[in-house]
C-alpha cells in the first residue's frame, strides 16, 4: 500500500514565476491538507480539500491556491513566486472518519531565486 | 488562536540517557495532541498521540500524557539510540463546536535531538 507521494521531490523557480506541486493521498484517505515548513521551523498549515473544495485555510495570500481532483489527488499552485516562498512544502493525507490521523507525504523541497 | 511551545534545542545526549523534551500548548476545547518525528530528508511521521485528558500515548519507548491541568504533552524516554537523532514536533489538532475536528495541524518550533554512541 503506497503512502502520500509527492512530485516533484525539487524544484528551483525564479521570483515572479508561477509553480504547481502535486500530491497523491494514501489509499482509503479523500482528505488532502498542505503546509509549508521553512527551515528550522515547525510546518505551518496552508490549506484543506475535501470532496474537492477547499474547506479549511491558514494565514497564507491568495497566491497560494489549490486543486482537489475526483480520485481525491491535490495541487498546491503558488502564483508571482516570491524569495520567502523558499521551502520544503509537506502534503499530508486523511480520512473524514478519523481526520485527527495525519499522514504526510516526504516533501517537495521549492528553491525561489 | 492555537499554539505550541517546545522547549529551545537543540539536545544533545549519550546513547542510553533518558531524554525529556517539553511541549506545552494554548487550545480551545480539547484538542488531540501529537508528537512527530522527522528524519534528515524526509517527512514527518507520527511518533503517538493522545486524544483526551490523562491519555498516554506510546510508541517505541516514547511516552507523553495529555495534562490538561498544566497543558502539557512532554516526550519523554527512558534511553534514547543513536537512531532516535532527529527532529521532534509537538502538535495539536483543532477541535470545533461540537467536538468535531477537521484535523488542521498546529506545530511546535520543533526540537532538535542529536544522540551520540
Known sequence: DAGVTQSPTHLIKTRGQQVTLRCSPKSGHDTVSWYQQALGQGPQFIF???????????????RFSGHQFPNYS????????LLGDSALYLCASSSRLVPHEQYFGPGTRLTVT | GNSV???????????EAFLTINCTYTATGYPSLFWYVQYPGEGLQLLLKATKADDKGSNKGFEATYRKETTSFHLEKGSVQVSDSAVYFCALSDMHAG??????????????????P
Do not use: W
Not at chain 1, 491535490?74 to 513566486?81: F, G, H, P, R, T
Open chain 1, 48 to 62: 484543506q480539500y475535501y470532496e474537492e473544495e477547499e474547506r479549511q485555510r491558514g494565514n497564507f495570500p491568495d
Open chain 1, 74 to 81: 491535490s495541487e498546491l499552485n503558488v502564483n508571482a513566486l
Open chain 2, 5 to 15: 511551545t517546545q522547549m529551545e534545542g537543540p539536545v544533545t545526549l549519550s546513547e
Open chain 2, 99 to 116: 467536538g468535531t475536528s477537521y484535523g488542521k495541524l498546529t506545530f511546535g518550533q520543533g526540537t532538535i535531538l542529536t544522540v551520540h
